[in-house]
Nanobody, 122 residues
Framework: QVQLVESGGGLVQAGGSLSVSCAAS????????MYWFRQPPGKEREFVAS????????RYADSVKGRFTISRDNAKNTVYLRMNSLQPEDTAVYYC???????????????WGQGTQVTVSS
């Protein structure tokens, strides 16, 4: 089992920046690929970003590419999502997730956090 707890969400104005974090506990963090997903109001959950076990490779959804950065600190068992140039359409509950598999297509991680709300005002 891997337990995941997100933090750092909040309210930000359009054009601003925000970082969210996800602290992991349980099974060895460095053995798991990490993911960020989001669920906008009234919409389905969607993939945002992913990072490999050692952090050497990352992937992003087209909608956030160039604005968001995923990173991890295995010594702190934490994964981060830095979000720049935020827009109202980035408003969503942001979830981190983990899996021993690094999915490059249709990611479906096994472990999920409870989510943190990010709201971008116009």
């Amino acid at each position: 089992q891997v337990q995941l707890v997100e933090s750092g969400g909040g309210l930000v104005q359009a054009g601003g920046s925000l970082s969210v974090s996800c602290a992991a506990s349980g099974r060895t963090f460095s053995n798991h690929a990490m993911y960020w997903f989001r669920q906008p109001p009234g919409k389905e959950r969607e993939f945002v970003a992913s990072i490999t076990w050692g952090g050497s490779s990352t992937r992003y959804a087209d909608s956030v590419k160039g604005r968001f950065t995923i990173s991890r600190d295995n010594a702190k068992n934490t994964v981060y999502l830095r979000m720049n140039s935020l827009q109202p359409e980035d408003t969503a509950v942001y979830y981190c997730a983990a899996d021993s598999t690094y999915y490059t297509d249709n990611p479906r991680p096994r472990y999920w956090g409870q989510g943190t709300q990010v709201t971008v005002s116009s």
